[in-house]
T-cell receptor, first 113, second 115 residues
Framework: AQSVAQPEDQVNVAEGNPLTVKCTYS??????LFWYVQYPNRGLQFLLK??????LVKGSYGFEAEFNKSQTSFHLKKPSALVSDSALYFC???????????FGSGTRLSIRP | KAGVTQTPRYLIKTRGQQVTLSCSPI?????VSWYQQTPGQGLQFLFE???????NKGNFPGRFSGRQFSNSRSEMNVSTLELGDSALYLC??????????????FGPGTRLTVL
């Protein structure tokens, strides 16, 4: 069965510091992995995805994520956090058989000035 | 291109009633998915439609149903509402030509309150 875990409910980072939001997954086939962000009072927005190829994926707003097959992880990263990055982040996984997409429980990222 | 639109944006119902929510996908998108978002349960997948056929279904009771029309617009219906159905219902569309790697574009959601 597919599953995705975001082990941290909240991540707190000082502005200008690097940030990491963790995600691990489990699928039976090849994974399609996604990160979405939800800003307050706004809908979910797509950030980036991994389908195949390079393990390092670059996305919107300076975010990137690294696919690690051996650790079944897809952590979201940004070299220098901005206060405006404060939001709720969701990791999602779908296997290549196009079964239903599963979202993680979400991680609230708080960037302090 | 216009984004995903959902109507109504807010809805208040009482227990036992039924409700129909509507979603219009981005033009050209043929896949529509529905999600329930609550503070306690996070984002839960309800169902996915592609070309008027239900392709995937989440673990929700039969009171939750949906359909997709030939123009890709979708509706979801919840019958015999319960207090626990109070949530933000999100619709998302994607190109989804049979594969699962297309990202989804979400609408603003319908906030349903059941009293």
């Amino acid at each position: 069965a597919q599953s995705v875990a975001q082990p941290e409910d909240q991540v707190n980072v000082a502005e200008g510091n690097p940030l990491t939001v963790k995600c691990t997954y489990s699928v039976s086939g090849n994974p399609y992995l996604f990160w979405y962000v939800q800003y307050p009072n706004r809908g979910l927005q797509f950030l980036l995805k991994y389908i195949t190829g390079d393990n390092l994926v670059k996305g919107s707003y300076g975010f990137e994520a690294e696919f690690n097959k051996s650790q079944t992880s897809f952590h979201l990263k940004k070299p220098s956090a901005l206060v405006s990055d404060s939001a709720l982040y969701f990791c999602a996984v779908r296997d290549s058989s196009a079964s239903k997409i599963i979202f993680g429980s979400g991680t609230r990222l708080s960037i302090r000035p | 291109k216009a984004g995903v639109t959902q109507t109504p944006r807010y809805l208040i119902k009482t227990r036992g009633q039924q409700v129909t929510l509507s979603c219009s996908p981005i033009s050209g998108h043929r896949s529509v998915s529905w999600y329930q978002q609550t503070p306690g349960q996070g984002l839960q997948f309800l169902f996915e439609y592609f070309s008027e056929t239900q392709r995937n279904k989440g673990n929700f009771p039969g009171r939750f149903s949906g359909r997709q029309f030939s123009n890709s617009r979708s509706e979801m219906n919840v019958s015999t509402l319960e207090l626990g159905d109070s949530a933000l219902y999100l619709c998302a569309s994607s190109l989804a030509g049979g594969q699962g790697y297309n990202e989804q574009f979400f609408g603003p959601g319908t906030r349903l309150t059941v009293l």
